[in-house]
């Protein structure tokens, strides 16, 4: 008598397979790593109180308090306060201490391990690099854009067109400094290490940028040093944009607002905001070529 075969139990089913993305597979996941670096900035500087005290404070201390001490013994010609010349520059000064010292979170992240993590994103590195440059470009200028409440104390007109170049300048001159100092954060690897070489760049940068004296009968040691400052490109705009909206005599621009001179020959401000484009264009692939090769 055949025996009959029971059939075989049916297996279980396999769970969904769950598909693998490659790191840096999709633009479109570059593109929302840059934006989620970008929302991450932001939300750092906003919740850090004391870091939007401070870095305010410090420029208004400088514009009421030296510059005030400094009218005594500078000779403005009539009709202009050298609080309204240092405006301008003040103005720089808040801009390049914000972006530069924006990048200090990429050492504060690698200190603390969470930009190991970071890295191990599906993304490539150089979407890393330009969110932090593009939030550090974002809080300066903002940054930039609260001293502006103060041009009335400097004697500046509140234009609207004026005060919209003048944020335009911000903009562009704020991502090249914080693409410099991601160049440097990306080489550093601890905190104290990046204050000390940040002021070492810093200093000489404000100082010989034009944004506390006139660029004109300078030694001639000083004035080659002005013209390989990228900060120099960057204030004189701000402050021609400035002067352009005040009632001054000829004399007085002339003597406040000399401009940056090559040979004799004055650069337009469209061709110094082309050098200070063009340091922004270098300095971000410079970083995002040094972040790519840090541990």
């Excluded at 940040?198 to 000489?204: A, D, I, T």
């Excluded at 406040?256 to 905001?273: I, K, Q, T, Y």
């Amino acid at each position: 008598m055949a025996t009959l075969l029971a059939p075989p139990p049916t297996p279980p089913s396999l769970p969904p397979v769950v598909s693998v993305r490659e790191a840096g597979g999709t633009f479109g996941a570059d593109v929302r790593g840059v934006r989620v670096v970008w929302r991450r900035e932001l939300i750092r500087f906003a919740r850090d109180r004391t870091r939007m005290i401070t870095s305010f404070v410090q420029p208004v201390l400088f514009l009421l308090i030296l510059g005030e001490g400094l009218s005594v013994i500078a000779r403005t010609p009539p009709g202009v306060s050298f609080e309204t010349f240092m405006f301008p520059g003040i103005v720089g000064m808040t801009v390049l201490f914000t972006s530069v010292f924006s990048a200090m979170s990429i050492v504060w992240d690698r200190e603390f391990g969470f930009l190991r993590e970071m890295l191990v994103a599906p993304v490539d590195r150089w979407s890393i690099v330009l969110g932090k440059c593009l939030g550090g470009m974002t809080v300066a200028t903002l940054q930039g854009v609260i001293f502006l409440a103060l041009a009335g104390a400097a004697h500046v007109p509140y234009d609207p067109l004026m005060l919209l170049e003048l944020v335009g300048i911000m903009a562009l001159m704020a991502l090249a400094l914080t693409a410099f100092g991601v160049l440097l954060a990306s080489r550093i690897q601890q905190m104290q290490s990046f204050s000390v070489v940040v002021q070492f760049f810093v200093m000489p940068l404000f100082f010989l940028s034009g944004a506390v004296f006139p660029l004109r009968g300078l030694p001639s040691w000083l004035n080659a040093l002005t013209k390989l400052d990228p900060l120099t490109y960057a204030v004189d705009p701000l402050r021609h944009i400035v002067f352009e909206h005040l009632s001054v005599t000829p004399a007085a621009l002339a003597a406040l607002e000399p401009g940056v001179s090559w040979n004799g020959w004055r650069l337009p401000v469209v061709a110094e905001l082309g050098i200070v484009a063009a340091f922004a264009a270098v300095l971000l692939g410079a970083a995002m070529v040094a972040f790519s090769r840090a541990e």
